[in-house]
């Protein structure tokens, strides 16, 4: 995995597979240290001591650049959310399951099944992991619903989609395994549909107050 980030430095270098490993360290230790919202392009770039413009030839953004800091760097968020903002909100949940597995399976989940086992034994990668699903590809997807409930809401999407992941790439659960993405996506796109527009029970959320279910007439 990606080893962690040297102290800080003087000057500028020009872009290299050097400074390319330093940009990932750099990226690490802000996104634990900061969180994915608080960091930058920008900020790694003075962590890792070289120009943003660095940062911009190796990862043009950021959700990029949390990808390959978790080590699937051909796992692109954006595509996810072009994806499933393309339709009715009836479907939502159906499409960013079936966007989120055909994606994943680009190499038939090669790379998930070697990456995964490694990040989740790294307290501080495994700690990116929610960040990624929730901040890169949810957080998008939960903007445009304008929910007051959003927050749990992406905890409980997230949490199905973990599961998934998990059961289908590293279990390798059967049948679940072997599914198209399209089926996977049938079976599982209500669940994600309810938890994304449908009423919830109200609950107490630490720090966040009761939230009370919406009305169906407002999912």
Do not use: N
Request: no cysteine; aromatic share 4%.
């Amino acid at each position: 995995m990606v080893p962690s980030a040297p102290g800080s430095r003087r000057g500028r270098r020009p872009a290299g597979q050097d400074a390319r490993s330093d940009i990932l360290a750099a990226a690490r230790d802000e996104f634990v240290e900061r969180g994915y919202e608080a960091s930058s392009l920008r900020s790694v770039a003075r962590r890792a001591g070289v120009d943003p413009g660095t940062v911009r030839h190796w990862f043009p953004d950021k959700a990029r650049l949390l990808t390959a800091t978790l080590g699937v760097a051909g796992i692109e968020p954006a595509t996810v959310v072009e994806r499933v903002s393309d339709g009715p909100v009836e479907s939502l949940g159906e499409r960013l399951m079936e966007a989120v597995v055909g994606l994943w399976d680009f190499d038939e989940g090669d790379t998930v099944r070697v990456v995964m086992p490694a990040v989740i034994s790294d307290a501080e990668l495994r700690g990116l992991l929610p960040q990624f699903i929730g901040a890169a590809i949810l957080r998008p997807v939960m903007h445009t619903l304008g929910t007051p409930d959003a927050p749990l809401r992406t905890a409980l999407v997230a949490s199905q989609m973990a599961g998934v992941l998990l059961t289908r790439y590293l279990i390798r659960l059967e049948p679940l395994a072997s599914l198209r993405p399209a089926e996977v996506a049938r079976l599982v796109g209500p669940t994600l549909q309810r938890y994304l527009t449908g009423p919830l029970p109200i609950v107490e959320v630490p720090d966040a107050g009761p939230l009370a279910p919406r009305d169906e007439a407002g999912a």
